[in-house]
């Protein structure tokens, strides 16, 4: 069974540049989790989607970033402008059970 | 206070040494536990899963959850250089879901 697969792996860009990062999730899982994950720290809920509805977003710094889960299978995470700060690894996760969450490889953002 | 405190290590052992790896929390909702392994540039992978309080063990590893004094633990035995990695507790309940800093662990050969 494939797992929680996200592209891109790594991306490079210049700060103030938009950027958007693809997951699709493991087939049959409703759940799908955006994470934020600094050097040296844990994953850090952006939002969570069960099913097309985002049901936690408290933590997604909306001026900025958007996410959408059209169909309730992929998901796209965009950030737009980027800043410095941004740099940072992005881990899309999917569960059927809240508990037991399955990771993507992350994408690595650079901003410079 | 953080919802959830991990020493982030470094740690370093020998090969065949008993690991012992550890989180505190604060939030008494918590209801159940995990454990993530990380290796470098992947994401987090999930090795144990406890609901309250009690021991479960699986083959090479043991979590250990104590509600009353708020503390978890992982046991690794007979610790392998393939063991080396960041482990991150994590613990939801009530809706939330929060992870740990991570402990990074090296064993030398």
């Known amino acids: 069974e494939a797992g929680v697969v996200q592209s891109p792996r790594y991306k490079i860009i210049e700060k103030k540049q938009p950027v958007a990062f693809w997951c699709n999730p493991i087939?049959?899982?409703?759940?799908l989790y955006w994470y934020l994950q600094n050097l040296g720290q844990g994953p850090e809920l952006l939002i969570r989607?069960?099913?097309?509805?985002?049901?936690?977003d408290s933590q997604l710094p909306k001026d900025r970033f958007s996410a959408e889960r059209l169909k309730g299978v992929d998901s796209t995470l965009k950030i737009q402008p980027a800043e410095l700060g941004d740099s940072a690894v992005y881990l899309c996760?999917?569960?059927?059970?809240?508990?037991?969450?399955?990771f993507g490889p992350g994408t690595r953002l650079t901003v410079l | 206070q953080k919802e959830v405190e991990q020493d982030p290590g470094p740690l370093s052992v020998p090969e065949g040494a008993i690991v012992s790896l550890n989180c505190t929390y604060s939030?008494?909702?918590?209801?159940?536990f995990m454990w993530y392994r990380q290796y470098s540039r992947k994401g987090p992978e999930l090795l144990m899963y406890?609901?309250?309080?009690g021991n479960k063990e699986d083959g090479r590893f043991t979590a250990q959850v104590d509600k009353s004094s708020k503390y978890i633990s992982l046991f690794i035995r007979d610790s392998q250089p393939s063991d080396s990695a960041t482990y991150l507790c994590?613990?939801?309940?009530?809706?939330?879901?929060?992870f740990g800093t991570g402990t990074s662990l090296t064993v030398i050969p």
């Open positions: 406890t609901y309250s309080s």
């Open positions: 939030n008494s909702a918590f209801q159940y």
């Open positions: 994590a613990m939801s309940g009530g809706n939330q879901f929060y």
């Open positions: 989607y069960e099913n097309e509805e985002a049901v936690d």
């Open positions: 996760a999917s569960s059927f059970s809240y508990n037991e969450q399955f």
């Open positions: 087939s049959g899982h409703n759940t």
